[in-house]
């Protein structure tokens, strides 16, 4: 499966594996809303560290998923976004969110400033 | 300008059919020996083009796709995206970044993504009998 989900004091985290493009989103869509919408998180972490391709598909699943956390009332962190992969996340400007977040880096925390 | 190599490819528009096409055309890159990021940018851009025709081009139902790819002189790459689709009533409304017709879940990033990761884009459309996005890339430079 291309999702994989560890939950732990109301932490819902969602390791995104492989391609993700405009076919394999809709899945890990479906299954990200069905463990949250089960689990109710307060916060949903999507970690793409395993993620070895992303298209714009990839900004449309986050930006869905801030909406679904603003909706129930939690919040979204999305962590380890693979160097190269970073140009794509730069050029749709979600850094504004203040989400994003890269493990033992400064980045995120100029981004989310 | 001449032309050293050429491929041609054509294909249902089934969405689990994108990851062929990229990964098609980026193994036919390989011979212009590309960066990992100069790769990683047509893997991107040639994704966004066929996505686009995959969610766009056939509403009702599915057409066939057509890539063309070529290698010129000077390490220059030209991939063509083409589809017998619908068309495109104002191309210059559909490359503004952000605005989609894909509903929520898209992000309307498509062309700024082809455009940003690519040196030049032509799209040309007519209503009714399609759209064709063509995309050149120099891969002599190191940006």
């Not at chain 1, 996340?89 to 977040?101: H, K, R, T």
């Not at chain 2, 011979?31 to 994704?47: E, H, N, Y």
């Not at chain 2, 070529?70 to 068309?87: I, M, P, Q």
């Amino acid at each position: 499966m291309n999702v994989s989900f560890s939950f732990y004091r109301g932490e819902l985290t969602a390791y995104l594996k492989g391609e993700i493009d405009h076919h394999t989103a809709r899945s890990m869509r479906q299954r990200i809303d069905g463990e949250s919408e089960r689990l109710h998180p307060t916060l949903l972490i999507l970690d793409f560290s395993q993620v070895i391709f992303m298209d714009s598909s990839a900004i449309g699943l986050i930006m869905g998923r801030y909406r679904l956390m603003q909706l129930i009332g939690g919040y979204i962190r999305v962590s380890n976004i693979p160097p190269h992969l970073r140009r794509i996340v730069e050029l749709s400007g979600i850094g504004a969110l203040g989400v994003l977040e890269y493990k033992g880096k400064e980045k995120g925390k100029n981004e989310s400033a | 300008m001449k032309v050293l190599n050429e491929m041609k490819l054509s294909f249902l528009s089934k969405s689990v059919n994108e990851g062929f096409a990229r990964g098609a055309v980026s193994a036919f890159l390989m011979q212009l020996d590309p960066t990992v990021s100069q790769l990683a940018d047509i893997k991107t851009a040639v994704s966004e083009a066929v996505t686009n025709c995959i969610v766009h081009a056939y509403p009702e139902g599915s057409g066939m796709i057509y890539i063309t790819a070529k290698v010129l002189e000077d390490k220059r790459f030209v991939v063509s995206v083409r589809d017998r689709g619908c068309g495109i009533p104002d191309i210059k409304q559909a490359m503004e970044p952000l605005f989609t017709t894909g509903g929520e879940e898209r992000a309307g990033l498509g062309f700024a993504v082809m455009q940003s990761f690519t040196d030049k884009i032509k799209v040309s459309s007519t209503p009714g009998k399609g759209t064709t996005v063509t995309m050149t890339k120099r891969l002599d430079s190191d940006e």
